[in-house]
């Protein structure tokens, strides 16, 4: 005779004490004398929905880093042909500031 209604979610709430109920669901998973097949079924079986819940700051449209200055380019963009390989090739080299993380 099958239950319905049962409060699973109650259930592992007690079992797992402090822990988080992933890990230590995974735990239980990972401790059982069975094959990964076995197990890999037994977990499907529960049909659990994992969801992860990220904070605000964990979008990449809100970790955007600050700068000083913002640069905007206001002149046309110069044609394929405006550009010599050769002359770049030959010019002097640009100079490069190494810059070291915060």
């Known amino acids: 005779m099958v239950e319905a209604h049962v409060p699973y979610q109650d259930y592992l709430c007690s079992a797992k004490g402090r822990a988080n109920e992933v890990v230590w669901l995974v735990e239980r998973f990972k401790s059982l004398r069975i094959s990964e097949k076995e197990k890999a079924e ?35 963009l110069i044609a394929r042909r405006e550009v010599s390989l050769v002359d770049e090739l030959n010019s002097p080299r640009i100079p490069l500031r190494r810059y070291l993380p915060r």
Do not use: C, E, N
Request: aromatic share 14%.
């Open 42 to 76: 037994a977990y499907d079986a529960l049909k659990i929905h994992v969801r992860w819940q990220f904070g605000v700051r964990a979008s990449r449209t809100t970790m955007r880093l600050g700068t000083r200055k913002v640069f905007f380019h206001d002149r046309p």
